[in-house]
């Protein structure tokens, strides 16, 4: 059902094409309602990649989605709608994070407690397990490098076919098969790891 | 194959990710190997756990925050419109273009200036040239006499020699084709 409404959403900007045409057409001659109503239309989208890509740090991730905006604000002149505008605007998202993970060093491990801050709902005791499970994702997917990250994220969080993230990240799809493989196994094998150590 | 080997391939096999051929070699070695069956049905459990990150929601203030940073921060910046970068590019264009159009005429000045040859033992354009011009321009119609010099070659030297008498100036014709 998950995964229904995900294909429904990333379908959405293929059927309101001509729609979101118009959008951009009056974003690019000054028009800022054109302008917010694109905003509203990939915001969510904008924020919850960032945020998995910058270990679920909501403070990160609202810092990156700014910025992934006013990019787009700033490239409005130069946008193609009719071009995968939605591959455009996730290959910014990479981009913007992979530059905010470098600008700050941080290290590629986070403790779990640190991890995916944002998630946490408490409340009853099957939130809560939730919430730990969500903390455990978080902490594999902040012990995988910036690429096997990012192929992750948009390949089985973002559910894109394998030949869009190819092109979002740049990379032959042989290459992105290969870094999600890798992923999924140290994924895995951490989960495990961490699993052992609990009493 | 060893276990090892087919741990990508599971990690590939579990969410449809494998061709055919290669998914149908999974499936074999999995109805042999019951490590690997149980590390496929890990990975299931992973994959599943992975994907419950999709059920995360946000806020709808913390959306409401951001929209309204980046359209106050978009507010006060200046629009940037195609045009001016267009108008720059042609220009540049232009300005190359003209400049081309001015060196092909100085080249074809000191082409019509090449007669003098035919009258002075050394050609004026390379003299005149080498005190004056750039060495690259130097050398360009240097070349280019060089390439010329049999057409000079072929027409005879006049020396025109005046005497005492006004009446009396003599001409001699050399014919430098050494007839």
Known sequence: MQELALLMVSDCADAQEPEFARLVRQAKAGDAAAFEAILCQFERRVLLTAMRLLNGNLEDAKDAAQQVFLRLHRS???????????????RITVNVCRDMVRMRARRPVVPLEEAG?????GGTEDAMRRDEQM??????????????????????????????????????????????????????????????RLP | MSCHKFEPMIALYIEDDLAQAEAQAVESHLAACDACRKFALEMRESQAALKALRTEFVDDAVLLQVRMEVLSVAAHRPRIVA?????????????????????????????????????????????????????????????????????????????????????????????????
Not at chain 1, 76 to 90: E, G, I, K, P, V
């Open chain 1, 117 to 121: 801050d944002c998630a946490m709902t």
């Open chain 1, 76 to 90: 409005l002149h130069q946008l193609d709608a009719n071009r995968h505008f939605a591959s455009w605007l996730y």
């Open chain 2, 83 to 179: 045009w001016p970068r267009y108008a720059i590019a042609a220009g540049l264009v232009i300005a190359l273009l003209a400049g081309w159009l001015v060196r092909q005429q100085a080249d074809k000045a000191l082409v019509a200036l090449q007669p003098l040859h035919a009258i002075l033992p050394v050609p004026p354009a390379r003299w005149a040239i080498q005190a004056h011009q750039p060495k690259a321009l130097a050398a360009r119609v240097r070349r280019r006499s060089k390439r010329q010099a049999p057409r000079f070659k072929s027409e005879p030297l006049v020396v025109k020699m005046i005497t005492d008498d006004p009446q009396v100036v003599i001409y001699w014709l050399v014919d430098q084709n050494g007839g």
């Open chain 1, 135 to 196: 903390r455990l994702i978080y902490a594999a997917l902040a012990t995988l490098p910036e690429r096997e990250r990012a192929a992750i994220v948009l390949r089985d969080i973002e559910g894109m076919p394998t030949s869009e993230v190819a092109r979002i990240l740049g990379s032959s799809e042989v290459t992105v098969r290969s870094q999600i493989s890798n992923g999924r196994v140290k994924i895995r094998k951490f989960i495990d790891r961490q699993q052992r």
